[in-house]
């Protein structure tokens, strides 16, 4: 066994990392286009419910058959080959961000003696801003979305807290407003 | 059948700055004040984007080409390895960049510094890590700048650094610091590691075999990724 060593520390992304952060298609989780695609996006609140005009959204996510292309995931892609599955977007001077994105399957639960184990369709989300000296991981589920009942972390909430985690519908799309501070408090996890 | 194992990430919480730390004023109103939620580590957490040779450009590992003349200041080299926890290289990664120039000034709106702009730098660079996790970019050495956390509060000259690592568990934004910066004693941020040893882990050294003679001077940093729990399956592996 090798010597384990330490993770070099987290540190605020500050306010000028637009210009080294921003992509054209960050946005783009999916290309325009792409049969399904919605836009899903909010603003960013720090605790006196003033948007927060520089925070970086990104997200990570299965395709819709619940798969990820990479090596750690055993059973790969099968029809979404080179799917992107992540998206990044700065907040605007309001403190919106936006993504366009296709809703992910459900995932298989680790280790799973019930077959019908499933993490429910969700984004694993990260935010960064000025001010903040780690990342703040949550994740955004979908309304209306049966399997939400049984998913085995957003029963692990709060109920009263649990809604934070809950995308509202906007058609054509979804809106996920982020309270990082406050009465509203977005829940937040620990990996 | 054999049944899904995933070889999920160790805790590295103790390296990483608090969530709410108030010397820095603006994580005041931003830092959440309910703990947080234990996020069990499955698929969507062991996976994350792996970005490629795509999403780099042919300067993008030089910070001082790409406009019409040179930069002014201390042209540098930055180098090092990126490894996981296990001193395993991470291979293939993307680290994005980003910095002030020689005068502490970015190129952006926001930064209201009094100090002049270079029209011969920009301060964003890209780079993906080779099969031993090395990586390189060539550059100017940033200025330090000030800012309004507390009087006469002035940011030690820094390096903006954005990874991937191949797991979601794995993403980092850091900050690289210069060796012996008289700066580091007031502030706040690179403060808010606890642990000095994690702290000192954010220092590059000057390195003369790095440094390119009648050139660049050279810097080393290796940046440690979170390293993998050993998994059961693993383990019945080494008794083959
Ligand atoms: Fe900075």
Redesign the interface.
Request: glycine share 8%; with cysteine; net charge neutral.
């Given at each position: 066994?090798?010597?384990?060593?330490?993770?070099?520390?987290?540190?605020?992304?500050?306010?000028?990392?637009?210009?080294?952060?921003v992509?054209p298609d960050g946005p783009f989780v999916v290309p325009e286009g792409t049969p399904g695609a919605f836009r899903i996006g909010g603003t960013v609140y720090?605790?006196?419910g003033?948007p927060?005009p520089?925070a970086v959204v990104?997200t990570?996510?299965?395709d819709p058959d619940g798969r990820?292309d990479?090596?750690?995931?055993?059973r790969g892609a099968v029809r979404w080959k080179d799917f992107?599955?992540?998206g990044r977007s700065a907040t605007d001077p309001e403190g919106r961000y936006s993504l366009l994105t296709v809703k992910p399957g459900p995932?298989?639960?680790?280790?799973?003696?019930v077959e019908d184990s499933r993490?429910a369709p969700?984004l694993?989300v990260?935010v960064?801003?000025?001010?903040?000296?780690?990342?703040?991981?949550t994740?955004i589920y979908f309304p209306d979305e049966e399997a939400n009942a049984e998913d085995?972390?957003l029963t692990?909430?709060d109920p009263a807290?649990r809604r934070t985690l809950i995308a509202e519908g906007e058609p054509p799309g979804y809106r996920f407003d982020i309270h990082?501070?406050?009465e509203h408090?977005?829940?937040?996890?620990?990996? | 059948m054999p049944?899904?194992?995933?070889?999920t990430?160790?805790p590295?919480?103790p390296?990483?700055?608090?969530?709410a730390?108030p010397e820095?004023r603006?994580?005041?109103?931003?830092?959440?004040?309910?703990p947080?939620?234990?996020?069990?580590?499955?698929?969507?957490?062991?996976?994350?984007?792996?970005?490629g040779e795509g999403?780099v450009g042919p300067h993008d590992n030089d910070l001082t080409l790409g406009h019409d003349g040179e930069p002014q200041g201390q042209r540098i080299i930055v180098a090092g390895r990126v490894?996981?926890?296990?001193?395993?290289p991470v291979a293939g990664t993307l680290l994005?960049?980003?910095q002030?120039n020689a005068a502490g000034r970015?190129?952006?709106d926001?930064?209201r510094h009094p100090a002049p702009l270079d029209p011969n730098f920009?301060?964003?660079g890209r780079v993906i890590t080779d099969a031993e996790g090395r990586y390189s970019f060539t550059t100017v050495q940033p200025g330090a700048y000030p800012w309004r956390n507390h009087d006469n509060a002035w940011r030690p000259a820094h390096i903006?650094f954005?990874l991937f690592g191949?797991?979601?568990?794995q993403?980092?934004?850091?900050?690289m610091y210069f060796p012996g910066d008289p700066l580091f004693a007031q502030d706040p941020?690179?403060n808010?590691?606890r642990?000095p040893?994690?702290?000192e882990?954010?220092v590059a050294r000057f390195d003369l075999d790095t440094t390119v003679p009648e050139w660049a001077l050279g810097y080393r940093w290796d940046?440690?990724?979170?390293?993998k729990n050993p998994t059961p399956l693993e383990e019945e592996d080494d008794d083959e």
């Open positions: 066994m090798s010597e384990q060593l330490q993770t070099t520390p987290s540190q605020t992304v500050g306010p000028f990392f637009s210009f080294g952060l992509w720090d605790g006196a003033v927060v520089d990104e990570w996510q299965a990820f990479h090596p750690d995931d055993p992107r599955g992540f995932l298989p639960v680790a280790g799973g003696a993490e969700h694993n990260s960064f801003c000025r001010g903040m000296l780690v990342r703040l991981v994740r085995p972390v692990s909430i807290r990082l501070q406050g408090e977005t829940v937040f996890f620990e990996l | 049944t899904y194992q995933p070889h990430y160790r590295d919480t390296s990483h700055p608090p969530a730390f820095y603006s994580n005041v109103l931003r830092a959440p004040h309910r947080f939620e234990l996020l069990p580590q499955r698929l969507g957490e062991i996976t994350g984007p792996l970005l999403r490894l996981d926890g296990d001193g395993r994005e960049v980003w002030a970015y190129r952006h926001a930064d920009t301060g964003v903006h954005s191949t797991a979601f568990t993403r980092l934004i850091t900050q941020i690179f808010s590691v642990d040893k994690a702290r882990a954010m940046i440690v990724l979170r390293g």
